[in-house]
């Protein structure tokens, strides 16, 4: 009954690959996110989609792209993986958006060798 | 633009003795403010959120947050810390002025440390 639940939790590639992060969420949210834990801990948003439609574009390089084939799943892909592309991803869902709360996923603990 | 500060990287207090977890924040509006709690390897949880009316805060756990407009603060309260509340702590706003588009903004984390 995870309500939020990405795959994998670990991901372990070389530099130069492509890789993909998926993301689902069961609790009937129309808005979903990425989000980039550094290892400092710092948090912070990618993207963020509403009804499948993107609304919250951050400056990340154009190699990361988000995909929303439904409202319960936001895939995240990265081209061209960097050394610097090593961090936590965390997805998040909520109801709607400005006062909605987001209820976080696991994670996904990406490191580009 | 919008901003969170918790000035304390780490605050440490013995089990029994109330904690305080402080954070301040910057918003053009009103702010929408929000406690989550991580724990080690795991995402974040909530904790509890302002978004109107009473300024004091009740959330899980036993932890509560005291809006304070004029101080534009949003401090977190337990009055007795458990040596299982040891975790990170991260504050976060939203500013209700910048409409739909508007991200949440977190604060660079407090880490709490209770010994017995």
């Known amino acids: 009954d995870t309500a939020v639940s990405q795959t994998p939790k670990y991901l372990v590639t070389q530099m130069g690959n492509d890789k993909s992060i998926k993301c689902e969420q069961n609790l009937g949210h129309d808005t979903m996110y990425w989000y980039k834990q550094d290892s400092k801990k710092f948090l912070k948003i990618m993207f963020s989609?509403?009804?499948?439609?993107?609304?919250i574009n951050e400056t990340v390089p154009n190699r990361f792209s988000p995909k929303s084939p439904d409202k319960a799943h936001l895939n995240l892909h990265i081209n061209s993986l960097e050394l610097g592309d090593s961090a936590v991803y965390f997805c998040?869902?909520?109801?709607?958006?400005?006062?909605?709360?987001?209820?976080f996923g696991p994670g996904t603990r990406l490191t580009v060798l | 633009a919008q901003s969170v500060a918790q000035p304390e990287d780490q605050v440490n207090v013995a089990e029994g003795n109330p904690l305080t977890v402080k954070c301040t924040y910057s918003v053009s509006g009103n702010p929408y403010l929000f406690w989550y709690v991580q724990y080690p390897n795991r995402g974040l949880q909530f904790l509890l959120k302002?978004?109107?009316?009473?300024?004091l805060v009740k959330g899980s756990y036993g932890f509560e947050a005291e809006f304070n407009k004029s101080q534009t603060s949003f401090h977190l309260k337990k009055p007795s810390a458990l040596v299982s509340d040891s975790a990170l702590y991260f504050c976060a706003v939203r500013d209700l002025e910048t409409g739909t588009a508007s991200k949440l903004t977190f604060g660079t984390g407090t880490r709490l440390q209770v010994t017995l």
């Open positions: 998040a869902s909520s109801k709607g958006l400005a006062t909605d709360t987001q209820y």
């Open positions: 989609y509403n009804n499948k439609e993107l609304i």
């Open positions: 302002y978004i109107t009316g009473d300024n």
